[in-house]
């Protein structure tokens, strides 16, 4: 037992044949991958439906616009509102990449807009590509690229 604790609290310097540092560089490379992937990017999609091609979340629900929110760079959906319309939230380290930027939210979250408006999804829209929230109260509308 003495030598597994050895080698579990030894250096991990790729030492031995050509294909344990070769494996070694390998997993190097993943972590470093992993870590730059997808940090603070905008993870999205577009999607044709009925009404034609709508920016989605990652997993193709539509996103939506709020005709109320008139200050740039604030969301007026707030409370009642966010939990029926769920912000497209951005991690705390999210850059603005093109047409997409990140709002402060009131409570200090980051939320993801496009063209200058706050994104958001539809709890009743069910399964990808679902539109149903497009009109809502006249002031819901689909978001297109």
């Not at 439906?49 to 707030?78: H, I, R, W």
């Not at 509102?81 to 990449?97: I, Q, R, S, T």
């Not at 149903?132 to 002031?139: A, P, Q």
């Amino acid at each position: 037992m003495g030598s597994k604790v050895r080698t579990l609290t030894g250096s991990i310097t790729p030492q031995g044949s050509p294909m344990r540092k070769i494996g070694y560089a390998a997993f190097a490379a993943m972590l470093l991958l992993g870590a730059c992937a997808g940090a603070g990017e905008p993870q999205h999609k577009t999607m044709d439906t009925k009404l034609g091609q709508v920016l989605t979340t990652s997993d193709g629900m539509t996103l939506y616009t709020f005709a109320n929110d008139k200050e740039p760079g604030k969301s007026a959906c707030n409370g009642p509102c966010a939990v029926n319309w769920p912000p497209l939230m951005a991690k705390a380290d999210a850059v603005p990449v093109g047409k997409w930027t990140v709002i402060t939210r009131a409570d200090g979250s980051k939320q993801w807009a496009y063209d200058g408006k706050p994104l958001y999804a539809w709890i009743r829209d069910k399964q990808p590509g679902d539109t149903t929230g497009d009109g809502v109260n006249n002031v819901w509308k689909v978001a297109h690229p």
